[in-house]
Structures are given as structure tokens and as C-alpha cells.
């Protein structure tokens, strides 16, 4: 009786492995067809491996895949490398990434079509072609400096709870984590700007606003991992069965958002915030009229956008003050004499006359910029200026940010933190394409100037009263990052000690 039933068992057994075979062999032709891609075409690179695309060690490890692709692959000039099945040229010259970004923009107005979640899908960083640039030119307004007068009040209310809460977890805890603070008022500030929300992560860490915006912010899992190897593999369709981790956050912030939308057509708002601004700026038609649900969806965006980006860089310019006291007193200097013309108030004609500040952020955002990379779609075949490589539409291009930043022949002594380096004539030295914290041309960062302002007003906020030093256990510079983090994050909790100043 068994032995029959094993006999009748195999037959099932041995079509299963056959089919299953045959459908893991079909599976690596297909990720592996390409990989004469770059060879073919006499382009350099680390040799292609199943099943990520190129074999450098530690592929979790972006800092040294930078650095490889950089320094020992050609990346300097450009290599070919692969994402999966995806050819990808890195490309590191100066030159050639103004071309690809500024000059031929035409070619490579996209990027990669690959989101995290369905809820970024309409957002106008994942849009592409001509929904992107309608959607970029309705945007536009809301972003440019002149608006950000409007906004300073709201920011101005923040950046003083920040400063508040600086001192008094000092006084009760002896230290301050960077993050946690600066990741606060950061949090509020979209609350406020983007939501027209008042959050108050300093009195209340988990309230449900910071919860579920927290749902974006997790450390990749496994599952993330797996699941964007197959949106990065397969079509979006079909990654898209799989479940989406950040929905529920991505449904929380839609409510939010229309519900504030209904409250403000219904009794009108004084409040001078994006969403406002957006709200205000909706009446196009055709392709740039803007739903309520895409604005709304422009709202999360600036969450998504805007929280780690923003957070990153102050976090890191709280220590560079903190581990360079001299820098820190020629700021806290500038603040004095430039507070005492404008009778104490930090008004935002104060703000903009406070240059020394302008260099401190800028020299952050080039030691530690929150994107190691930025990258463009092919959209129309190309031949690279002063080469004989013409790349098909769908190759993907990257282009370092760290790499760069951290070059010796671009910034001497590039570890050093030294703001000098951003004066006028020192920028005017300097080629162009070296410095790319916000990325480069036409799809560059839609919101540099907020950040900008929104991260000098926090800094100014914390160093008028209070001067920031190392706590124990402080590292030394340069501040180790988590090799693993997508956006620039230190790889340990970092304190420091906020001392009150006398004057100020
Ligand atoms: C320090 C803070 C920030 C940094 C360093 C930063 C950096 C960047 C970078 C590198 C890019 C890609 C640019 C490119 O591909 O050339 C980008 C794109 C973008 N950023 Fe930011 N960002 C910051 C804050 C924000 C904030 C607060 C928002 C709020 C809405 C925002 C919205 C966007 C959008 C919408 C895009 C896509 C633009 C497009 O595709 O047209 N960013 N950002």
C-alpha cells in the first residue's frame, strides 16, 4: 500500500522540480541577458554578478559601494554597473552631470519609476514626463523665497519650542541626542507648514500625527527589502500585490489633509502655510489642474521629503558646531551684532543678514550631504558630450553626491569642517557640478530654499541662548554615519551639552 502510494507521489514530485527549475533557470537568463550591456559598449565597470548586478562586497554597506564605484571602477569619469537587470551608468564627471541634469535635460527628465509605496505614486517627485512638469510649474510659486516671509512666523513659533526644549532636557537629563531634538522641531514644522497642524512632538513624542509619520521613517526590513527587489524587477502592478507597509500612514495623512482642506472652504483661513499656498494656486485646467487628493498628496510629500532631509542636516550641523568651538562663536558673534540692530527680534530681515550661518549650513550639507546620490531616466537616446557612449532610452544614470563632496581635488582636506570654503570667491573658484546637496537643474530639490531657511532659523533659535559642546561619549570628527541609511543618519545616537550663554 505505501510503496504504491510513494510510486503515485514521484510523478507530482519530479514535475514540480521540473517546473520550478525550469522556472528559476528562465528566471536568471532573464536577469542576466543584459550583461554584456556595458561591455558591448567598451564602458568599464565591477564585473556584472547575480543577482543585484555588480559584485561588491557588502551591498548593504552604500558608503563602500560609493567609494568603489568611484575610486577603483572609473566612476570618477563614469562606469556601467547594474541595478539587478538594470543597466546604470555612474556617471562622476563634473562636466558630464551639468550636461545630463542642466544643459540636455530634455534627455533625462525622469527618474527611476520605482515607489516605496502606492500612496508616493501621484507625488511630484515619482511623476514623470509631462505630469511632472505641469505639476512642477503649478508647485513652483509656492516655493520661491519671497514666500518664505510669509511662513516665518509659523517656523519662528517652532524654532523657539526647540530652543525651550534643548535647555530644559539639559537641565533634567545632563544631554541632548541631536536627533531626537532637531527631529522634533522638524516634525512640527511640516506639522505646521505642510498640514496646517499643530503637533507638538516636543510636549507629546507620540501623538498620532508623529506615529504614523513615523511608519515612513522605519529602517528598511527584510520584507522591504524583498519587496522592493521585486517593484525593482517586475512591473509596478505586480509589486504591488504585495503589502504596502506605509499605506495606512499614506491613508492617515490624506484624511488629515482633506479634512483640513473642507474645514478651510467652509470657514475661510488667515494661516499662511503650503497648504494654503497650494490651495491657492489650484485653478489651472487640463493637465495643470491640481484635485484636492493631489494636493493632499503634495502634502505628504513635504513629510516624506522633507522630515529625514531636514532632520539629517541638523543634526549634523549640531555637532559640527558642538566639536568646532570656534566656528560656533564666530556664528554665535554674528548673531549678537546682527540681533542688536534689529532690537532683539529674530525677524526674518535678521535672519537673512546672519551670512556666517548661510556657510555653516552649507558646509554641513557638503561634509554630510542627506543624499549620498541623484539620479535621471534616459528618456531619449543620448551620446555623452565628448565621447563616443550612446545610451538607449531606460538607462538609468546616477551621479555621486558624497563622492564628490569628499573629493580631495574638489574640497582640500575634505574631512575638515571649515565653512570659509563657502565665501563668495571660494564658490567662484570652484567648477561647477561639485556641489549637489539638493540635487542639479530643472528636477533639482522643489523646497531648498525652505529647508534652507527653516534649518538657519532652528540653529539661530538654540545658538542665541545656548552654546552646544561635546557630552561624554561625543565622537570625534568627522561623524561616523550609518553606512546602511538611506539618508544620512549618525550611526550612533549622538548627544551633546547646551550650556546657557551670558549675553545674547
Ligand atoms: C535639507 C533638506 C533637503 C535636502 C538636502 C533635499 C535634497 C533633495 C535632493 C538631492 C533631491 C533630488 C534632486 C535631483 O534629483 O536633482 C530632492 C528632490 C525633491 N525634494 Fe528635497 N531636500 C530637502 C528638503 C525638502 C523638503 C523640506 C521638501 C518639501 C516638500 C522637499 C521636496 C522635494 C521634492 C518635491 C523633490 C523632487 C523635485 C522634482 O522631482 O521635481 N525637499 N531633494
Known amino acids: 500500500m505505501s510503496v504504491s502510494l510513494l510510486g503515485w507521489l514521484w510523478w507530482p514530485a519530479a514535475v514540480l522540480v521540473t517546473v520550478l527549475g525550469g522556472a528559476a533557470a528562465l528566471l536568471y537568463w532573464w536577469m542576466t541577458r543584459n550583461y554584456d ?3 558591448s559598449r567598451g564602458v568599464s565597470g565591477p564585473p556584472p554578478k547575480f543577482p543585484n548586478g555588480h559584485g561588491i562586497p557588502n551591498p548593504r554597506d552604500f558608503h563602500s559601494v560609493e567609494r568603489a564605484l568611484y575610486e577603483d571602477f572609473g566612476g570618477k569619469r563614469y562606469c556601467g554597473l547594474f541595478e539587478f537587470r538594470q543597466p546604470a551608468l555612474y556617471v562622476g564627471d563634473p562636466e558630464l552631470i551639468c550636461a545630463i541634469t542642466i544643459k540636455d535635460f530634455e534627455h533625462f527628465t525622469d527618474r527611476r519609476d520605482l515607489v516605496l509605496s502606492k500612496c508616493m505614486e501621484e507625488m ?3 511623476l514623470s514626463g509631462r505630469r511632472w512638469k505641469a505639476l512642477r510649474v503649478a508647485m513652483s510659486p509656492a516655493f520661491s523665497s519671497s514666500k518664505l516671509r510669509a511662513m516665518h512666523q509659523l517656523c519662528l513659533e517652532t524654532a523657539n519650542n526647540l530652543s525651550d526644549y534643548v535647555r530644559e532636557t539639559m537641565a533634567r537629563d545632563g544631554k541632548v541626542e541631536l536627533k531626537d531634538a532637531f527631529g522634533r522641531f522638524t516634525m512640527d514644522n511640516i506639522a505646521a507648514c505642510g498640514f496646517g497642524v499643530d503637533c507638538n512632538s516636543f510636549g507629546d513624542p507620540n501623538s498620532e500625527f508623529t506615529r504614523y509619520a513615523s511608519q515612513f521613517f522605519k529602517p528598511l526590513s527584510g520584507y522591504d ?12 502592478r505586480i509589486g504591488n500585490l504585495l ?17 483640513t482642506i473642507a474645514h478651510r472652504a467652509e470657514h475661510g483661513s ?4 503650503y497648504l494654503q499656498l497650494l490651495l491657492e494656486i489650484k485653478s489651472g485646467t487640463g493637465e495643470r489642474a491640481i484635485s484636492d487628493s493631489l494636493i493632499a498628496t503634495q502634502a505628504v510629500m513635504f513629510l516624506v521629503g522633507g522630515y529625514d532631509t531636514t532632520a539629517s542636516l541638523l543634526t549634523c550641523a549640531g555637532y559640527a558646531l558642538a566639536t568646532n568651538a570656534e566656528v560656533q562663536q564666530r556664528a554665535q558673534h554674528e548673531i549678537d551684532q546682527v540681533l542688536a540692530r534689529h532690537g532683539g527680534h529674530l525677524t526674518f530681515d535678521a535672519l537673512s543678514e546672519m551670512h556666517y550661518m548661510d556657510l555653516v549650513v552649507s558646509e554641513t550639507l557638503r561634509l554630510y550631504p542627506p543624499f549620498m546620490r541623484i539620479e535621471r531616466q534616459c528618456v531619449r537616446e ?5 565621447t563616443e557612449l550612446t545610451i538607449p532610452p531606460g538607462t538609468l544614470v546616477i551621479m555621486p553626491v558624497l563622492s564628490l563632496h569628499r573629493d580631495p581635488e574638489y574640497y582640500p582636506e575634505p574631512l575638515r569642517f571649515d565653512p570659509d570654503r563657502f565665501l563668495p570667491e571660494e564658490k567662484e573658484r570652484r567648477r561647477a557640478g561639485v556641489y549637489l546637496p539638493f540635487g542639479s537643474g530643472p528636477r533639482g530639490c522643489l523646497a531648498q530654499r525652505f529647508a534652507l531657511f527653516e534649518a538657519k532659523l532652528a540653529l539661530v533659535a538654540v545658538l542665541r541662548g545656548s552654546t552646544l559642546t561635546p557630552a561624554a561619549g561625543t565622537p570625534p570628527p568627522p561623524l561616523p554615519l550609518d553606512p546602511g541609511a538611506v539618508v544620512a543618519t549618525p550611526r550612533e545616537p549622538t548627544f551633546v551639552q547646551v550650556l546657557p550663554r551670558h549675553s545674547g
Open 270 to 273: 488667515g494661516r499662511r502655510d
Open 382 to 386: 543620448y551620446t555623452l558630450p565628448g
Open 124 to 126: 511630484l517627485v515619482s
Open 243 to 259: 503589502p504596502d507597509r506605509a499605506e495606512p500612514a499614506g491613508a492617515f495623512f490624506q484624511r488629515v489633509v482633506m479634512r
Open 225 to 236: 527589502m524583498f519587496r522592493l527587489l521585486v517593484l525593482s524587477i517586475f512591473p509596478r
Open 37 to 39: 550591456f556595458w561591455s
